[in-house]
């Protein structure tokens, strides 16, 4: 079964860059899945920041479209995120999921985030 | 502010049915299918149904989600001690062409 793992630095320094990768591991990137990045701020609610396809399509969140960029690395089976000039209410736990059975038909899209990474926390701090 | 409205808490004893509400708008709820999420206390979201009302394997049938118009349902029958969680629900959205999600309802066990 696919399983998710985040990794990056736990402590980012304002206007700095918030790098994050997520590796999948007992399934192929190249499933007909989207890739999802997902944020919780502390005691807070979760946020879509935004999903990828393997052919590097992508969606995001319009608030937050001016400062994120999203990868896929095929050959190491995991893809990216990258925030820009961060401050401290990006200070989150970020998740990544698999958007499984993403499709729309005679007007009603389908699909459900599954399975998610454990998150990891990002600090955002000087 | 949450695109998907949701209570803030729900409480019931053990035994008991619980139900939360989530509602939403014709850009997401009333025209795409719901997704519920469960969260236990430090660990990641959990599918919990899915399209509706569908489970996901290993989820009990204790869990039962229904959708009518713009709103949808969790209900949560037999409480037990461990089901103390937080739950969102979640949808596509046509407009923000996104995932949107509740506020989350954090679900007390008395």
């Known amino acids: 079964q696919v399983q998710l793992q985040e990794s990056g630095p736990g402590l980012v320094k304002p206007s700095g860059t918030l790098s994050l990768t997520c590796a999948v591991s007992?399934?192929?990137?190249?499933?007909?899945?989207?890739w999802t990045w997902v944020r919780q701020p502390p005691g807070k609610g979760l946020e879509w920041i935004g999903q990828?396809?393997?052919?590097?399509?992508?969606h995001y969140n319009p608030s937050l479209k001016s400062r994120v960029a999203m990868s896929v690395d095929k050959s190491k089976n995991q893809f990216s995120l990258n925030l820009n000039s961060v401050a401290a209410a990006d200070t989150a736990v970020y998740f990544c999921?698999?958007?499984?059975?993403?499709?729309?038909?005679?007007?009603?899209?389908?699909?459900?985030?599954?399975?998610w990474g454990q998150g990891a926390l990002v600090t955002v701090s000087s | 502010q949450s695109v998907l409205t949701q209570p803030p808490s729900a409480s019931g004893t053990p035994g008991q049915r619980v139900t939360i509400s989530c509602s939403g708008s014709s850009s997401n709820i009333g025209g795409n299918t719901v997704n519920w999420y469960q969260q236990l206390p430090r660990t990641a979201p959990k599918l919990l149904i899915y399209s509706n009302h569908q489970r996901p394997s290993g989820v009990p049938d204790r869990f039962s989600g229904s959708k009518s118009g713009t709103s949808a349902s969790l209900a949560i029958s037999g409480l037990q001690s461990e089901d103390e969680a937080d739950y969102y629900c979640a949808a596509w959205d046509d407009s923000l062409n996104g995932v949107v999600f509740g506020g989350g309802t954090k679900l007390t066990v008395l």
């Open positions: 007992g399934g192929s990137i190249n499933s007909s899945d989207w």
């Open positions: 999921a698999r958007h499984e059975g993403l499709y729309c038909s005679d007007g009603t899209c389908y699909g459900w985030l599954d399975p």
């Open positions: 990828i396809y393997h052919s590097g399509d992508t």
